[in-house]
């Protein structure tokens, strides 16, 4: 895929009409740099998990757990304690390791291609929230994990099974209304033509919208994205203000006397015009209410929960494996924690790359059918041009090599999706 962004300088004919070449350059050399950041980044990774391993890394910070709890007065006796110290201390180790690498990231290369709009103050605040929040919902759920499979016997893993479909049912019914708000500042979609054509394609499919928010993403970053959320006859649909053509602050010269208004972003006016006409928010939105309509989000939600039983039924024939701990290093004790990242991290990590993939391709097939969705809804030829319009605004490279393509693309490749079009496009 490298070799694609080097050597791929021209515009291929099939593109000549969809995309100019100055557009063309600055995708390919983004996702260059992208490439090349994937690269290190992936590698120190590799290297830091190897060293991890090798040195004795996760018997010696289960042991200055046991130090830390035994000290505020919890002997080994207490092993949940200690596990939720481990997983503390584990979780700041990743985030002070990582941190170099995000920086780099925003401040580098999003911020080289024009899309980072944070400053470093906006960064740092953020990240110490996402911790903070992280580890108020990571703690106390896995401390009642621990609990569960502790006093459930022979058949934890059922228990252990249904606490975690709750706990994944319960976050994402809060999540965008009381998580994602810690981070970004969600409006209700202000009346006018928007919103009543919004609701009544909603209504068409007999869609149970309730709200239509739009959200700042702007304040953190100028590529756009759009999506739905909430169960059952609450749904909601969160539209980012870089999707709207008439709504995104980058397409806003700023006001005077407002250049300090916001300390937190930082105003770019060079992604002039970015995001969609309504009639195109309208066709992305008839793909996205596409997935619901075609029961792709139940789908994908019964395929997770059977995987975690399948997970968690084998975590019980394996748990007692004295060999699997021996071999990580913990030869006097097995702690259920240890087992959770021994048997889920690294046993079932061969499993994992292929189930990965075949949901990649399944999530493919289902955007292929969304889109057909959206051009029953005779949205063909706007969503044509959003697609357009979105690939560019994110600076999306649509050459890729075919081995690549099929293994890490969650979504088709722009020119497929666009062939898929065409023909509805032109009637």
Not at 247 to 269: Q, V
């Amino acid at each position: 895929q490298r070799r694609v962004y080097r050597t791929t300088t021209h515009v291929p004919q099939e593109l000549g009409q969809i995309m100019d070449s100055e557009t063309f350059e600055k995708s390919r050399l983004y996702q260059l740099d992208k490439s090349t950041f994937s690269f290190w980044s992936g590698l120190y990774s590799e290297v830091e998990g190897t060293m991890i391993l090798l040195c004795g890394g996760i018997p010696f910070l289960w042991k200055l757990s046991g130090q830390i709890s035994g000290r505020a007065g919890f002997g080994q006796e207490y092993e949940i304690v200690q596990s939720l110290v481990f997983l503390l201390l584990a979780t700041l180790f990743s985030a002070v390791t990582g941190l170099p690498w995000s920086l780099y990231n925003t401040f580098v290369i999003e911020e080289k291609h024009g899309f980072n709009q944070q400053t470093l103050g906006f960064f740092f605040k953020d990240a110490v929230k996402k911790f903070v929040v992280t580890q108020c919902i990571l703690l106390p759920v896995t401390s009642l994990l621990l609990y569960i499979i502790k006093i459930g016997g022979d058949y934890f893993f059922i228990y252990a099974w249904l606490f975690t479909l709750v706990v994944s049912l319960v976050l994402v019914t809060i999540y965008a209304d009381y998580i994602a708000p810690l981070f970004d500042k969600f409006i209700p979609l202000p009346e006018g033509e928007l919103k009543e054509q919004i609701e009544t394609m909603a209504k068409s499919i007999d869609f149970p919208l309730t709200k239509v928010y739009v959200v700042e993403g702007s304040k953190r970053s100028s590529h756009s994205n759009a999506y739905f959320y909430g169960f059952f006859k609450n749904k909601r649909i969160v539209l980012f203000d870089t999707l709207l053509e008439d709504y995104s602050a980058l397409n806003k010269e700023p006001a005077e006397g407002e250049d300090g208004e916001n300390e937190e972003t930082k105003s770019k006016t060079k992604n002039k015009k970015q995001g969609c006409k309504n009639e195109e928010v309208l066709a992305v939105l008839g793909h996205e209410l596409g997935h619901w309509k075609l029961g792709h989000t139940v789908k994908n939600i019964i395929i997770s929960q059977m995987n975690s039983f399948l997970c968690f039924f084998l975590f019980a024939v394996l748990i007692g494996r004295k060999e699997l701990f021996t071999a990580f290093g913990f030869y006097d004790t097995q702690p259920t924690l240890i087992g959770l990242m021994i048997i889920f991290q690294f046993i079932f990590s061969p499993y994992n790359e292929v189930l990965s993939f075949c949901l990649t391709v399944l999530s493919r097939r289902f955007e292929f059918q969304a889109d057909a969705f959206a051009k029953e809804l005779g949205k063909a030829k706007d969503l044509y041009s959003a697609l357009i319009k979105l690939n560019k605004d994110n600076l999306g490279f649509p050459v890729s090599d075919w081995i690549f393509s099929m293994w890490h693309y969650s979504h088709p490749p722009l020119l497929e999706r666009l062939q898929a079009l065409k023909g509805a496009k032109q009637e």
